[in-house]
T-cell receptor
Framework: DAGVTQTPRHEVAEKGQTIILKCEPV?????LFWYRQTKIQGLELLSY????????DGGAFKDRFKAEMLNSSFSTLKIQPTEPKDSAVYLC????????????FGEGSKLTVL | GEQVEQLPSILRVQERSSASINCTYE??????FPWYKQEPGENPKLIID?????ERKQIQGLIVLLDKKAKRFSLHITDTQPADSAMYFC??????????FGTGTSLLVDP
């Protein structure tokens, strides 16, 4: 079975650009999470979907970050406009529909904003 | 919501000694506490978890302790090996809700 797939693996953007990161969860998983990982803050939740419904968006990230789940097998995270402080690794994870158990993480998208 | 504090941020031990990482949480409704290990260049992977109906759980050389009264849980790695060197994240959640992670501990095991 395929795990969580994220694209692109690396992205370099100029300040002010719009970038879109993509995620395909594990087939059959109903929960999907977007996290931002930095050395200082660790793993910060950006968005949490259950059965395509947005359950939570990280309050501090509402301003320029928008996650969508267009169907049960595809999600996007849009950052608009990007700022240098957005440089981080963006991790997508999925979990089975029982709402408990292991999160399966993708390999991450490393974003560098110049 | 939930806030999870994790200490220490950096831990260095000698091979074959034990390593301990501590986490505290705020929300008394949290009832699920997993630990994830992230090796360099890899994504985080679940290594052990504990639910609130338990106080202790062990999988081989990994021991997790949970003190609900103090809202504290910890990971103990016995007989550490260089292969245990990695980032470790604790997390807390109510079952079925979002997972809130600690800020991570970088463990280095010296041979």
């Amino acid at each position: 079975d395929a795990g969580v797939t994220q694209t692109p693996r690396h992205e370099v953007a100029e300040k002010g650009q719009t970038i879109i990161l993509k995620c395909e969860p594990v087939s059959g998983h109903n929960d999907l999470f977007w996290y931002r990982q930095t050395k200082i803050q660790g793993l910060e939740l950006l968005s949490y979907f259950r059965s395509k419904s947005l359950m939570e968006d990280g309050g501090a990230f509402k301003d320029r970050f928008k996650a969508e789940m267009l169907n049960s097998s595809f999600s996007t995270l849009k950052i608009q406009p990007t700022e240098p402080k957005d440089s981080a690794v963006y991790l997508c994870a999925s979990r089975s529909g029982t709402g408990e158990g292991q999160l399966y993480f993708g390999e991450g998208s490393k974003l560098t904003v110049l | 919501g939930e806030q999870v504090e994790q200490l220490p941020s950096i831990l260095r031990v000698q091979e074959r000694s034990s390593a301990s990482i501590n986490c505290t949480y705020e929300n008394s409704a949290s009832n699920y506490f997993p630990w994830y290990k992230q090796e360099p260049g890899e994504n985080p992977k679940l290594i052990i978890d504990i639910r609130s109906n338990m106080e202790r759980k062990q999988i081989q050389g990994l021991i997790v302790l949970l003190d609900k009264k103090a809202k504290r849980f910890s990971l103990h790695i016995t007989d550490t090996q260089p292969a245990d060197s990695a980032m470790y994240f604790c997390a807390a959640s109510r079952m079925g809700y979002k997972l809130t992670f600690g800020t991570g501990t970088s463990l280095l095991v010296d041979p």
